[in-house]
């Protein structure tokens, strides 16, 4: 059976863009703040690499009761028995992450284009990334910044829950949160502080107010 995905704080690894911590040592402090949905994200580690930082981020979200993610690699995440799989627009289509995956994981899409949005709701996806929304430098590839118009498109025309995503910081948070999308992510602001278990907190008290 599938697992329902919370709402509120979509947290996401960076270890580019962690003071010179790994993958799992920030994963543990996110899951000590009280994170309960993360997304192992790395593009640059060789695939065996990112399989055995999975493994053990996977059994530390099953001990926290945290929804876990894995991007990209549908191979990893049917290892580590993942609860869902993020896929770009650039990855395999979403019909085929379907057929290898099955119906009980979840599968969510990154989308920057109204189409693109309709399309992962038509082919069946269980939610939407929204963004990037203001300017990011997390991924190489990163689109433009898609802004708080295209997130007003998908709350009001999207049935299936909307993610916002991109650039998105404590400064920015409220303004995003006007538009009422079901989820906010966010990467640097929570693997670059120097304290996440303070910084998480500081975050959940404004999620958990829309939330």
């Keep these: 059976m599938k697992k329902q995905m919370p709402r509120g704080l979509y947290a996401i690894t960076a270890e580019n863009f962690s003071n010179g911590r790994d993958n799992?040592?920030?994963a543990k402090q996110m899951l000590d703040a009280g994170i309960k949905i993360l997304q192992y994200r790395d593009k640059h580690k060789a695939k065996i690499e990112r399989f055995k930082q999975c493994e053990v981020i996977?059994?530390?979200?099953?001990d926290y009761s945290c929804f876990f993610i894995v991007n990209d690699d549908v191979d990893i995440a049917l290892a580590v028995c993942s609860d869902g799989i993020h896929i770009?627009?650039?990855?395999?289509p979403l019909i085929k992450v379907r057929e290898l995956a099955g119906d009980d994981i979840t599968i969510g899409v990154s989308t920057n284009l109204p189409?693109?949005?309709?399309?992962?709701v038509e082919q069946g996806a269980d939610y939407v990334g929204v963004g990037?929304?203001?300017?990011?430098?997390?991924?190489?590839?990163?689109?433009?910044?898609?802004?708080?118009?295209?997130?007003?498109?998908?709350?009001?025309n999207i049935a299936?829950?909307?993610?916002?995503?991109?650039?998105?910081?404590?400064?920015?948070?409220?303004?995003?949160?006007k538009y009422k999308p079901d989820?906010?992510?966010?990467?640097?602001?929570?693997?670059?502080?120097?304290?996440?278990?303070?910084?998480v907190k500081k975050?959940?008290?404004v999620v958990n107010a829309y939330c």
Excluded: H, W
């Design 24 to 26: 799992i040592t920030v």
């Design 183 to 199: 989820n906010i992510c966010m990467i640097t602001e929570i693997t670059s502080s120097q304290d996440i278990y303070i910084t």
């Design 58 to 62: 996977r059994k530390l979200t099953l």
């Design 115 to 120: 189409k693109q949005a309709l399309l992962a």
């Design 132 to 156: 990037p929304i203001y300017k990011t430098f997390t991924k190489d590839d990163a689109a433009d910044p898609v802004g708080l118009d295209y997130l007003d498109f998908c709350v009001k």
């Design 88 to 92: 770009g627009q650039d990855d395999l």
């Design 203 to 205: 975050i959940q008290e």
């Design 160 to 177: 299936i829950p909307k993610v916002a995503i991109g650039g998105i910081k404590l400064s920015n948070l409220l303004e995003v949160y």
